[in-house]
């Protein structure tokens, strides 16, 4: 059983109904759950829903849903925790619905502006596209990776590769291990075709002319001789160890056979 009492609602534009439904059984009994109406007849069910289907007609920051009155104190008391608890929405509270100006919903300690765009056809919004995508880098941040060298279980350290010979390094560390490093960090960090430094410039000066996206080498080229003696090498490999745990399965074989012959026996 439900009780539902249908009032005007003076806080919404003309013609706006409240709906309250209370209930008189079951184990919710004596809570109510709160609609509104428009004039049209369309039913709405939280405060988001109003806010939407109004946008700018009405302000809706200190509309109170449960009470269908405009709360100034409220929207106040809003703004002062918001002001006073930065960290609210990073921790993921829900943001305020309303149509005041925006709030930056990020945990800062200053205070920062921010600005509001309409769409308004003359308004035109600009981007730096390569600042939102790429994160600026140190200069010769490869001199960071120099001396160090990986080690097996036994702390021994273990022997390095041996460069190519087409590749010679530009900057101050032209070291062949702090090269290696530089190469093998920006295959893994970055999509994008690894090339050297382009510019005969960067040989003179790469304090000025250096492309920070490229590891500390000249401009290099990949040949098909290149190509097919990495191919040989992975051939050899692969070939290394199959007989490497051909190997280890006939040993276990063995020893399996050893070890059910001495249980027989015993």
């Not at 918001?82 to 149509?99: C, E, F, I, Q, V």
């Not at 021994?156 to 590769?161: G, S």
């Not at 010979?165 to 295959?187: C, H, M, R, Y």
């Amino acid at each position: 059983m439900m009780e539902r009492k249908r009032t005007d609602c003076p806080a919404l534009p003309p013609g706006w109904k409240k709906e309250e439904v209370i209930r008189k059984s079951g184990l919710s009994a004596g809570k109510s759950d709160v609609y509104y109406y428009s004039p049209s007849g369309k039913k709405f069910r939280s405060k988001p829903q109003l806010s939407r289907y109004l946008g700018n007609k009405v302000d809706l920051g200190c509309f109170d849903f449960r009470t269908g009155k405009m709360m100034p104190g409220k929207l106040q008391k809003n703004k002062q925790r918001l002001r006073h608890d930065p960290l609210s929405l990073a921790k993921g509270g829900k943001p305020d619905l309303n149509t005041a100006l925006p709030i930056r919903q990020t945990a800062s300690i200053f205070k920062q502006p921010v600005t509001k765009v309409t769409s308004h056809p003359g308004n035109k919004v600009k981007t730096d596209l390569q600042r939102a995508t790429e994160q600026p880098r140190q200069l010769f941040w490869e001199k960071r990776l120099k001396g160090l060298r990986s080690s097996d279980v036994t702390e021994e350290v273990l022997r390095t590769m041996d460069l190519p010979k087409g590749l010679q390094s530009v900057g101050p560390d032209s070291s062949d291990d702090t090269l290696l490093s530089a190469i093998a960090s920006a295959l893994h960090m970055s999509s994008s075709p690894i090339t050297g430094q382009t510019s005969v410039a960067a040989e003179k000066n790469p304090a000025i002319w250096l492309n920070t996206s490229q590891p500390l080498c000249k401009a290099f080229t990949v040949t098909d001789e290149h190509i097919r003696e990495q191919e040989l090498k992975v051939y050899q490999a692969r070939r290394s160890l199959e007989e490497a745990l051909m190997a280890d399965g006939l040993a276990r074989a063995a020893e399996n056979t050893r070890e059910l012959l001495e249980w027989k026996t015993a």
